[in-house]
T-cell receptor, first 111, second 113 residues
Framework: DVKVTQSSRYLVKRTGEKVFLECVQD?????MFWYRQDPGLGLRLIYF???????EKGDIPEGYSVSREKKERFSLILESASTNQTSMYLC??????????FGSGTQLSVL | DQQVKQNSPSLSVQEGRISILNCDYT??????FLWYKKYPAEGPTFLIS?????DKNEDGRFTVFLNKSAKHLSLHIVPSQPGDSAVYFC????????????FGQGTRLTINP
């Protein structure tokens, strides 16, 4: 069974902290994505990666960076967390089409 | 600017009846459309898709209709079952295979027994 695993279900951080959100997929997928989900706004694409060490900006990359050192792992980094980054973060992977497989999400609260 | 819009935040339907979820888009370059379903505490899962060369795609109880001239698509679920209660997201991409999806805001569907 395909699996996308996000390291934390809930996270509470303070303003200004550096935050790492980790995502691992076991499907040997080339493509990985980070979205955030906010009420009334749906899912918005932050960053995506088509290959190891490759990254591309999505629609809302400001305040975020990513790292993909290995094919199965895609990390989202908040260099200096702010309260407006409080959100549900969803990682996804795909094998070359629009059928994305999502993780269960990380609810991040920045206080 | 919301390119994919789901104007109904919620919808309540009686079990056994038809559920109709609607989605509008503004970008005429979109040519592939998908619906995802999300249960609480889980990530979204793919439900059904349609290419712009079609106006209908059916998969069991789920049918998606596309009206390109109106830039509108809808998801029909018939008959509705309690397990269909979830949040449904409409999504679109500029090119099939491009994978960069634009999602709508979501509609929470509740099926009442």
């Amino acid at each position: 069974d395909v699996k996308v695993t996000q390291s934390s279900r809930y996270l509470v951080k303070r303003t200004g902290e550096k935050v790492f959100l980790e995502c691992v997929q076991d499907m040997d997928h080339e493509n990985m994505f980070w979205y955030r989900q906010d009420p009334g706004l749906g899912l918005r694409l932050i960053y995506f990666s088509y290959d190891v060490k490759m990254k591309e900006k999505g629609d809302i990359p400001e305040g975020y960076s990513v790292s993909r050192e290995k094919k199965e792992r895609f990390s989202l980094i908040l260099e200096s967390a702010s309260t407006n980054q409080t959100s549900m973060y969803l990682c996804a992977s795909s094998g070359g089409n629009e059928k994305l497989f999502f993780g269960s999400g990380t609810q991040l609260s920045v206080l | 600017d919301q390119q994919v819009k789901q104007n109904s935040p919620s919808l309540s339907v009686q079990e056994g009846r038809i559920s109709i979820l609607n989605c509008d888009y503004t970008n005429s370059m979109f040519d592939y459309f998908l619906w995802y379903k999300k249960y609480p505490a889980e990530g979204p899962t793919f439900l059904i898709s349609i290419s712009s060369i079609k106006d209908k795609n059916e998969d069991g109880r789920f049918t998606v209709f596309l009206n390109k001239s109106a830039k509108h698509l809808s998801l029909h679920i018939v008959p509705s079952q309690p397990g269909d209660s979830a949040v449904y997201f409409c999504a679109a991409s500029v090119l099939q295979g491009a994978q960069k999806l634009v999602f709508g805001q979501g509609t929470r569907l509740t099926i009442n027994p």
